[in-house]
Nanobody, 118 residues
């Protein structure tokens, strides 16, 4: 089992930047996949970005070129650097972990609110 705690969500103006952090309760060295989802009011939760053990990344089309996912195994953490933020990026952002490709149980953080508004 792994507990995930997000931080860094805030109110930011359009065009601004924000860095989200997700701290895991144990080593993430062997976790197959970690990433970020978000859910805006009235919308389904969507994948924002993910990173596998090999460093392979996947991004939603809407954030490509603006968001960057990274991981620091020594700190048991992953991050999401968000640049050129727009109002449509407003959502609750959730950290997730999939321990194995075949995992039937995945883990989620509690979410952190990102609001982009002038």
């Amino acid at each position: 089992q792994v507990q995930l705690v997000e931080s860094g969500g805030d109110l930011v103006q359009p065009g601004g930047s924000l860095r989200l952090s997700c701290a895991a309760s144990r080593s993430i060295f062997n976790i197959y996949l970690m990433g970020w989802y978000r859910q805006a009011p009235g919308k389904q939760r969507e994948l924002v970005a993910s990173m596998s053990l090999t460093g392979s990344t996947n991004y939603a089309d809407s954030v490509k070129g603006r968001f960057t996912i990274s991981r620091d195994n020594a700190k048991n953490s992953i991050y999401l650097q968000m640049n050129s933020l727009a109002p449509e990026d407003t959502a609750v952002y959730y950290c997730y972990a999939r321990p194995l490709l075949s995992s039937t149980t995945n883990y989620w953080g509690q979410g952190t609110q990102v609001t982009v508004s002038s």
